[in-house]
């Protein structure tokens, strides 16, 4: 089965750092980019990072440049988000998300949640 | 301000039509494949339309998708309650080298 499994989510104070994760399972994990995106309480979807394949190219939103760093273990079959100088702002659901082609996003993890609050 | 833009919610009757409209630009829309998202309650997005009007396995075809110039649409027939969900449009901005979305629209089957 294809699978996406996000983890490392939890309650962080302003100005603190947390570091997600992304399991895949059932496919070929080094041969897909792979994006995170975000979602605020009741609010849209934001897309936050891109990575290709192998990881050559990263792209990010502007509301995260300089901040996140986002990375993947293609051995370990594993994405990553490193999330540092956290705002408010960045309490959301992230989930992780394959890339197939023509830029559709096309296998989703069930999200983890971020929560930066004092 | 979302990027793509969406009616915020559309409603319709069970067994009735509706659709969605979602605006961009050359640098998206006008240039890349649309993708269309369904988020039911609680749950997370599934693709449900990709590269403009194909549908992956397991999307009923009362769903189908267009494309015109910046524009694209979303249509759903037959109405069911289990189509009530949030719809996001999504694609490339060249531009801005970065995914975008559309605000999302709730869809309320009466």
């Known amino acids: 089965e294809v699978q996406l499994v996000e983890s490392g989510g939890g309650l962080v104070q302003p100005g603190g750092s947390l570091r997600l994760s992304c399991a895949a399972s059932?496919?070929?994990?080094?041969?897909?980019?792979m994006n995170w995106v975000r979602q605020a309480p009741g609010k849209g979807l934001e897309w936050v990072s891109s990575?290709?394949?192998?990881?050559?190219?990263?792209f990010y939103a502007e509301s995260v440049k300089g901040r996140f760093t986002m990375s993947r273990d293609n051995a370990q079959n594993s994405l990553y988000l490193q999330m540092n100088s956290l705002r408010a702002e960045d309490t959301a659901v992230y989930y992780c998300?394959?890339?197939?082609?023509?830029?559709?996003?096309?296998?989703w993890g069930q999200g983890t949640m971020v929560t930066v609050s004092s | 301000q979302s990027v793509l833009t969406q009616p915020p919610s559309v409603s319709a009757a069970p067994g009735q039509k509706v659709t969605i409209s979602c605006s961009g630009s050359?640098?998206?829309?006008?240039?890349?494949?649309v993708s269309w998202y369904q988020q039911l309650p609680g749950t997370a997005p599934k693709l449900l339309i990709y590269?403009?009007?194909k549908r992956p396995s397991g999307t009923p075809d009362r769903f189908s998708g267009s494309k015109s110039g910046t524009s694209a649409t979303l249509g759903i027939t037959g109405l069911q309650t289990g189509d009530e969900a949030d719809y996001y449009c999504?694609?490339?901005?060249?531009?801005?080298?970065?995914?975008?979305f559309g605000g999302g629209t709730k869809l309320t089957v009466l």
């Open positions: 050359s640098s998206n829309i006008g240039n890349n494949y």
């Open positions: 990575i290709s394949y192998s990881g050559s190219y990263i």
């Open positions: 999504g694609t490339w901005d060249s531009s801005l080298s970065a995914v975008v």
């Open positions: 998300a394959r890339a197939g082609d023509g830029s559709r996003l096309d296998i």
């Open positions: 590269e403009n009007n």
């Open positions: 059932g496919f070929s994990f080094s041969s897909y980019s």
